[in-house]
């Protein structure tokens, strides 16, 4: 079978990192943590690139990691950093710190737990996350060179709503056809 010349070539998206896109990891790599990963910047300066890891959920639940938080919901591995520190995300418009996204928060507090754990507001959405995703100043950008991570921009609704299980899938599909190739790639390169 001949492939095309860029086949592989990976084609940039225009956008830059930012606080509030999102890393779509390429699937040319096999790293142990990134693969078919799909990664919302938290954080984005000169001092700090740090993000969680929205599509590897764990085997564990909020109230297993954390007995006093009585949320029986499974946690995410945010990535290697601080992996004994829960992290979250939420959409509750009562949160003291600015949006993330419209309509999407990073951290909480006892009031976003006390709301949770008695299912006072059906409407709201959250995940908790294990660890974060951290670079060091300028390793993001260097990785975005290398052609490890396209950047992308997603709404809250994406990040809350889509399933774990086929969130890295919907990603690639929301970068446009140029992409659609990556999605006949196997999930562990080698098997190929």
């Known amino acids: 079978m001949q492939f095309p010349a ?15 896109r999102i890393l779509v ?8 943590i ?3 990963s ?3 910047l938290t954080d984005f300066n000169e001092l700090s690139t740090a993000g969680l890891i929205l599509n590897k959920k764990s085997e564990s639940t909020v109230n297993e990691i954390i007995p006093s ?6 946690v995410y591995i945010g990535g290697p950093v601080m992996s004994d520190l829960l992290f979250g995300i939420h959409n509750h418009h009562g949160s003291k710190e600015p949006p993330l996204l419209d309509n999407l928060y990073v ?12 299912n006072a507001i059906q409407q709201l959405k959250y995940r908790f996350f294990i660890g974060y995703s951290g670079w060091s100043f300028g390793q993001l950008e260097e990785e975005i060179d290398r052609s490890m991570w396209v950047v992308s921009q997603e709404t809250a609704d994406f990040v809350l709503n889509t399933p774990s299980e086929t969130m ?3 990603a690639v599909k929301n970068l446009g056809e140029e992409y659609g190739h990556w999605l006949t790639f196997p999930k562990n390169i080698e098997d190929n």
């Open 107 to 118: 951290g909480y507090d006892n009031v976003l737990l006390a709301l949770i754990e008695n």
């Open 38 to 40: 799909v990664v919302l």
């Open 34 to 36: 990134f693969n078919r």
């Open 25 to 32: 990891s390429v699937p040319f790599y096999n790293d142990l």
């Open 168 to 170: 890295w899938e919907i």
């Open 69 to 74: 938080i009585k949320i029986d919901q499974r």
């Open 6 to 20: 860029d086949f592989m070539k990976i084609k940039a998206t225009g956008l830059q990192p930012a606080a509030g």
